[in-house]
């Protein structure tokens, strides 16, 4: 059996972002891992690409992701 391996940006295209305080809601469409930002122990942070079907471009927004135990 083949094993797939998923990377932290594959798993979010695709996914639902929701942002209340900056007040728009759209599906991740890119990924990418900012370096040079810290948010805490075992965290990396990933800047992601909405698709906001309200806007005529699309949002950008930082998002942490817990790594680890």
Not at 3 to 26: A, W
Not at 33 to 58: C, F, H, M
Request: aromatic share 12%.
């Amino acid at each position: 059996m083949a094993t797939k391996l998923y990377t932290i940006e594959n798993l979010l295209v695709g996914k639902t972002y929701r942002s209340t305080n900056r007040h728009f809601e759209g599906t991740i469409t890119h990924a990418e891992k900012r370096e040079g930002i810290w948010y805490g122990e075992n965290t990396e942070a990933y800047v992601v690409q909405v698709d906001v079907p309200k806007y005529l471009s699309d949002r950008y927004a930082t998002v942490v992701v817990k790594i680890g135990e």
